[in-house]
Antibody
Framework: QITLKESGPTLVKPTQTLTLTCTFS??????????VGWIRQPPGKALEWLAL???????RYSPSLKNRLTITKDTSKNQVVLTMTNMDPVDTATYYC???????????????????WGQGTLVTVSS | QSALTQPASVSGSPGQSIIISCTGT?????????VSWYQHHPGKAPKLIIY???NRPSGVSNRFSGSKSGNTASLTISGLQAEDEADYYC???????????FGTGTKVTVL
C-alpha cells in the first residue's frame, strides 16, 4: 500500500522560504518509472502543478514558478523536499504530494497518472 | 499557463447520468490519449478515477467512464449517487510544457 504525507510549516511570512517534505512508503523512488510530484490548490481555485522528480533525478518545474522552486529527493529516507522562495500571500494553498507511474515520455514532458496522493497541508502566507 | 477548460458546475438527480467535458488543444487532449480524471472531495486527498482516457484503476466504480473526441475529453458518471458530489479535474499530457496540465475543475452537485 502506497502512502504519502506532507509536512512543513502551516504559516509563513511574506518573502520567507517555504520548505515542505513529502514522506512516503510502499514504493521506492529509485525504481524505474516512478515519480513524485507536488501540486497545490489555492482556496476556491483549481489544482496546479508545481514540480516533479523522477527516479533518475530528472526534475520538472512549472514554467511560471520555476525560478522559485527546487525539488530534491532522499531515496534512503523515502522523502521528497520542495522549497519555494519569496513566498507571497497568493501562495496560500493546500500543498499535495503524489505518486506517479510514468506511462509515456515525449519530447518535453512525461505523462503518468497520479495514483496516490497525500492528504495535503495548508500553508498560509501572512505577516 | 493555459489550463484545460471544464464547466464550472454540473448537477443531476440521483440515478441520472452526467457528462463533464474537458477541452484542450491539439497539443494536449487532441493529440494524445493521455488524459486522466481525478475526484476530489474537499478536505480529502484527490483520487484517480480514470487514466489514459478510458481506463479505470482497480477499485473504481464502473459508473465512471471516460472518452475523447477531437480536443475534448469527457467523463461520464452514470447512476449518480450522493457520494459522487465532489470536484472533478481532468489532466492531460502536453507537448508544449514540461509538466501535465490540469483542467479548471468542475463541481458536481447531486440534487
Amino acid at each position: 500500500q502506497i502512502t504519502l504525507k506532507e509536512s512543513g510549516p502551516t504559516l509563513v511570512k511574506p518573502t520567507q522560504t517555504l520548505t515542505l517534505t513529502c514522506t512516503f512508503s510502499g514504493f521506492s523512488l529509485s525504481t524505474s518509472g516512478v515519480g513524485v510530484g507536488w501540486i497545490r490548490q489555492p482556496p476556491g481555485k483549481a489544482l496546479e502543478w508545481l514540480a516533479l522528480i523522477y527516479w533518475d533525478d530528472d526534475k520538472r518545474y512549472s514554467p511560471s514558478l520555476k525560478n522559485r522552486l527546487t525539488i530534491t529527493k532522499d531515496t534512503s529516507k523515502n522523502q521528497v523536499v520542495l522549497t519555494m522562495t519569496n513566498m507571497d500571500p497568493v501562495d496560500t494553498a493546500t500543498y499535495y504530494c503524489a505518486h506517479q507511474i510514468v506511462g509515456y515520455c515525449g519530447s518535453t514532458s512525461c505523462y503518468g497518472p497520479l495514483d496516490s496522493w497525500g492528504q495535503g497541508t495548508l500553508v498560509t502566507v501572512s505577516s | 499557463q493555459s489550463a484545460l477548460t471544464q464547466p464550472a458546475s454540473v448537477s443531476g438527480s440521483p440515478g441520472q447520468s452526467i457528462i463533464i467535458s474537458c477541452t484542450g488543444t491539439s497539443s494536449d487532449v487532441g493529440g494524445y490519449r493521455f488524459v486522466s480524471w481525478y475526484q476530489h472531495h474537499p478536505g480529502k486527498a484527490p483520487k484517480l478515477i480514470i487514466y489514459e482516457v478510458n481506463n479505470r484503476p482497480s477499485g473504481v466504480s464502473n459508473r465512471f467512464s471516460g472518452s475523447k473526441s477531437g480536443n475534448t475529453a469527457s467523463l461520464t458518471i452514470s447512476g449518480l449517487q450522493a457520494e459522487d458530489e465532489a470536484d472533478y479535474y481532468c489532466s492531460s499530457y502536453t507537448n508544449s510544457r514540461t509538466l501535465e496540465v490540469f483542467g479548471t475543475g468542475t463541481k458536481v452537485t447531486v440534487l
